[in-house]
T-cell receptor
Framework: GENVEQHPSTLSVQEGDSAVIKCTYS??????FPWYKQELGKRPQLIID?????GEKKDQRIAVTLNKTAKHFSLHITETQPEDSAVYFC????????????FGKGTHLIIQP | DAGITQSPRHKVTETGTPVTLRCHQT?????MYWYRQDPGHGLRLIHY???????DKGEVSDGYSVSRSKTEDFLLTLESATSSQTSVYFC?????????FGSGTQLSVL
């Protein structure tokens, strides 16, 4: 089955700086890669996703890049703000997710004022 | 919230007792999932369903069973709860090939 590794487990950045979280996956057939944000005590919420036919996708201050050859994908957050503090999870799956997503173990992003 | 309701929101039970968690959706989605979330492990798939009476095992299915007798309800049962099943349980649905989560159930097994 799929295996997703996520790094770092904790990331502390100054407000206004950029943050990058990286994930690798094992199954070269995986074709859908979403990112979720989870605030303390809340549900995970989808913030951005990318499919294997696209190399990069951007939505305001967040972007995701995908390198299929190396089997890794990354989340980039620019101009970080206090409300970006949360745990972020990457995931991967085949076939649009019908069989469920395999998640990384999460990155706790801390925005320092 | 993608029309997903989980119940109960919190439960405390004793080792060896049966426990059933309920996930209810209002938007007729075909695919439903149960995940557990534990510190250091992220979210792990327990079971999923692709239609009424159609279910399959996920990564951590031992000790759990599921049932889906109606499209809108997906039940997760712990036949005999153990302390290792203390966790936060999230139900999810797939809509337009994207997963959306319910609010979660905090289960403590003492």
């Amino acid at each position: 089955g799929e295996n997703v590794e996520q790094h770092p487990s904790t990331l502390s950045v100054q407000e206004g700086d950029s943050a990058v979280i990286k994930c690798t996956y094992s199954d070269s057939a995986s074709n859908y890669f979403p990112w979720y944000k989870q605030e303390l005590g809340k549900r995970p919420q989808l913030i951005i996703d990318i499919r294997s036919n696209v190399g990069e996708k951007k939505d305001q201050r967040i972007a995701v890049t995908l390198n299929k050859t190396a089997k890794h994908f990354s989340l980039h957050i620019t101009e970080t703000q206090p409300e970006d503090s949360a745990v972020y999870f990457c995931a991967a799956t085949l076939g649009g997710g019908a069989d469920g997503l395999t998640f990384g173990k999460g990155t706790h992003l801390i925005i320092q004022p | 919230d993608a029309g997903i309701t989980q119940s109960p929101r919190h439960k405390v039970t004793e080792t060896g007792t049966p426990v059933t968690l309920r996930c209810h959706q209002t938007e007729n989605h075909r695919y439903m999932y149960w995940y557990r979330q534990d510190p250091g492990h992220g979210l792990r798939l327990i079971h999923y369903s692709y239609g009424v009476k159609d279910t399959d095992k996920g990564e951590v299915s031992d000790g759990y069973s599921v049932s889906r007798s109606k499209t809108e309800d997906f039940l997760l049962t712990l036949e005999s709860a153990t302390s290792s099943q203390t966790s936060v349980y999230f139900c999810a649905i797939s809509a337009n090939e994207k997963l959306f989560f319910g609010s979660g159930t905090q289960l403590s097994v003492l």
